[in-house]
Structures are given as structure tokens and as C-alpha cells.
């Protein structure tokens, strides 16, 4: 069974980074996309950003296009989204799910497309 563990969240100010990690434990982690998704109170989950299996392919919520970037280091079974010129509007619980998937396959980047998610991790962003 995969399990994902999200650390790296904080309270910083507008304009700050943040580098949030989603730590993956658990058998064929190779075979697996991600995906980092937000939500903040009140409001729905919503994607943030997801890199394939393969690393080769990845995408963006266009609110966070320039600023956030999401890779991996497959050696440390370990994926990051760098969160570059946070705001206020990015505060909420940053989770990270994982999908095992074909190589062929599009990339996911709705919710309910994974099977596997971490606990979250709280952003707070003030002005």
C-alpha cells in the first residue's frame, strides 16, 4: 500500500516561498503520477499542479502558472512543489495524491482521478 506524507507548509508573508514535500512510502512508486491539490475553507478542493509518472509531463492551474513549479527526486521517493510570490488567495491545506498509471496515460488532474492522498499540509499566506 502507498502512503504519502506532505511536510514543508507554514505561515509566511505575501510574497514569500515555500517548498512543500510529499514523501511516498510503499511498493512500484515508479508506476505513479502526482498531483498536489489545495483547499481552503469554504471552498472546493481544487488542482494545483501534477508531473507524470515518467517526470516528462507536467501541468498547471493557471492560477498558479509562473509562480509554482512541481518536480521529483525519484531517488528519495520524494516529490516538491516550489511555491514562488505566495498571496493571500493561496492559503489552504496543500495536499499531494498519487495515481498508478500506463505510461501512455494523460496526465491526471482531477481529484478524482487518484487513489491516494496524503494528510495535507496548512499554508497560511498574509499580507
Known amino acids: 500500500q502507498v502512503q504519502l506524507v506532505e511536510s514543508g507548509g507554514g505561515l509566511v508573508q505575501a510574497g514569500d516561498s515555500l517548498r512543500l514535500s510529499c514523501k511516498a512510502s510503499?511498493?512500484?512508486?515508479?508506476?505513479?503520477?502526482v498531483g498536489w491539490f489545495r483547499q481552503a475553507p469554504g471552498k472546493e478542493r481544487e488542482f494545483v499542479a501534477a508531473i507524470s509518472r515518467s517526470g516528462g509531463n507536467t501541468g498547471y492551474a493557471d492560477s498558479v502558472k509562473g509562480r509554482f513549479a512541481i518536480s521529483r527526486d525519484s531517488t528519495r521517493n520524494t516529490w516538491f512543489l516550489q511555491m514562488n510570490s505566495l498571496h493571500p488567495d493561496d492559503t489552504a491545506v496543500y495536499y499531494c495524491?498519487?495515481?498508478?498509471?500506463?505510461?501512455?496515460?494523460?496526465?491526471?488532474?482531477?481529484?478524482?482521478?487518484?487513489?491516494?492522498w496524503g494528510q495535507g499540509t496548512q499554508v497560511t499566506v498574509f499580507s
Open positions: 495524491a498519487a495515481k498508478s498509471q500506463i505510461l501512455t496515460a494523460p496526465l491526471p488532474m482531477a481529484d478524482h482521478e487518484y487513489n491516494v
Open positions: 510503499g511498493p512500484s512508486l515508479s508506476r505513479y503520477s
